[in-house]
């Protein structure tokens, strides 16, 4: 099937930057969206960023202009560089994506395992 992989997580001081790496592997046809989420602990899983297969983006509110999502669709990999981190950006970071799989018309949406940013002095 498909598989997604996380990378770039670790702990980072207020006001530092981080850069996430998101690796697809499998029977991959083809990727739609790509996105980030993140759950603190005793949280609810929010949205981070999405970006499109043409390179359309959105962000939520509170990563606008800090945060950057990227794609390498020739890789399927997706990125997402982190500035002037806060506490508050602490969580677990999902990546996830809308792939079509097996030469079928309909998506699947996968998961990876998750990484952990930590922001702390």
């Known amino acids: 099937q498909v598989q997604l992989v996380e990378s770039g997580g670790g702990l980072v001081q207020p006001g530092g930057s981080l850069a996430l790496s998101c690796a697809a592997s499998g029977r991959i046809i083809s990727i739609e969206t790509m996105g980030w989420y993140r759950q603190a602990p005793g949280a609810q899983r929010e949205l981070v960023a999405l970006i499109g297969s043409g390179g359309s983006t959105n962000y939520a509110d509170s990563v606008k202009g800090r945060f950057t999502i990227s794609r390498d669709n020739a890789k399927n990999t997706m990125y997402l560089q982190m500035n002037s981190l806060t506490p508050e950006d602490t969580a677990v970071y999902y990546c996830?994506?809308?792939?079509?799989?097996?030469?079928?018309?309909?998506?699947?949406?996968?998961w990876g395992p998750g990484t952990q940013v930590t922001v702390s002095s």
């Open positions: 996830t994506a809308d792939v079509r799989v097996g030469f079928v018309l309909s998506l699947t949406t996968y």
